[in-house]
């Protein structure tokens, strides 16, 4: 029996231990499901009712998922440990695993997020802190709205990966009737996509806080895609990875969904409130808060010009008014497109 660990029961993690869950029903894997949930009454209700309703309300969970809130206990003897906690609390979390994991465990990271102090992508932060090799180190990202793929309506999703054999394995793994993954062997061009939409959602958001039109949103979008692209290749990332699942495909669900928590912050600070009082407001992390200035730093550090990335830093840092944003979303010199 392979025993595979979540770490974090929020939307995503719940929802993805329900992805490989089903994955093995389809395959006929014997696969044992751990997730670890920071408070116990979550990880009771998901063992003994099979829900996790503060996050999905009364979406079934299949029974061979259990919960725990002993970390230590749900990496105990794990093969494959899924990372599904906030980006900037991911490293202290990693002192727990590094002391219970296996030695050839596999770790597959389902955050986008920067690390803020150290710009590192959350796949470096495993590898620093675990002193693991990229081939051990998994990312997977798309348009991964979790609440869709509960209900089990269809998506596809990239899972990326050093070694090409190791995506394949993890692939496998969350294969099943509603959840389709690609692999890829960029994964930094893949982190960076997953990161930056975030920053630029939380744009789109801020424009329909301030009502702002269709024409705007899809400026913002596409010019956003444009900064992502120009910071992933110049870290290494290839660029036909930005027309793929996670990067346009994951850009755009984000965006334009009333699902994505970071288009959802940014309508709340479009509508007046300060980045605290849109924190309150929201039951879950809205990553591109937490990640903007690190994303902004590590471009000035390239010489990167993100100028929407810059502006929505300004608003979350109370330095630029929300009804200033829309005259600089689009604040570059004239020249072409292209560039």
């Not at 992508?121 to 081939?135: C, F, N, P």
């Not at 290839?238 to 309508?267: I, K, M, W, Y």
């Amino acid at each position: 029996m392979t025993k595979i660990a979540v770490l974090g029961a929020g939307s995503w993690g719940t929802t993805f231990a329900k992805v490989m869950a089903d994955a093995a029903v389809l395959s006929g894997h014997d696969s044992a499901i751990v997730l670890w949930a920071r408070r116990p009454e979550v990880a009771a209700e998901i063992t003994e009712s099979h829900t996790n309703t503060t996050y999905l309300g009364e979406i079934r969970l299949p029974e061979s998922i259990t919960a725990t809130s002993d970390l230590a206990e749900a990496v105990r003897d794990a093969e494959v440990i899924v990372l599904a906690v906030p980006a900037q609390s991911l490293r202290s979390h990693l002192e727990v695993v590094r002391e219970n994991m296996q030695a050839s465990a596999v770790l597959v990271s389902l955050i986008k997020g920067l690390e803020r102090r150290t710009d590192l992508r959350m796949s470096e932060v495993i590898a620093a802190e675990l002193d693991i090799a990229a081939e051990r180190i998994v990312v997977v990202s798309g348009p991964n709205l979790a609440m869709e793929i509960a209900r089990e309506q269809p998506t596809a999703s990239v899972v990326a990966c050093a070694d090409e054999a190791t995506a394949e394995r993890v692939a496998a793994l969350c294969n099943n009737q509603y959840f389709r993954p690609y692999t890829n062997t960029d994964v930094t061009g893949v982190e960076i996509a997953g990161i930056v939409k975030n920053v630029i959602a939380l744009a789109v958001g801020i424009c329909d806080g301030q009502q702002l039109g269709d024409n705007s949103k899809a400026s913002v979008i596409t010019r956003g895609l444009a900064e992502t692209t120009r910071l992933a290749t110049v870290l290494g990332g290839r660029l036909e990875t930005f027309s793929g699942l996670a990067g346009l495909g994951d850009l755009v669900a984000t965006c334009a969904s009333p699902l994505s928590r970071n288009r959802s912050a940014g309508r709340l600070l479009g509508e007046g409130l300060s980045a605290e009082e849109a924190t309150a407001k929201l039951s879950q992390t809205a990553e591109g808060m937490k990640s903007g200035s690190a994303v902004v730093e590590l471009a000035r550090q390239h010489d990167i010009e993100m100028p929407i990335c810059e502006a929505v830093v300004a608003v979350l840092d109370g330095k630029l008014p929300v009804d200033r944003l829309a005259s600089l979303l689009l604040a570059r010199d004239l020249k072409a497109e292209g560039s």
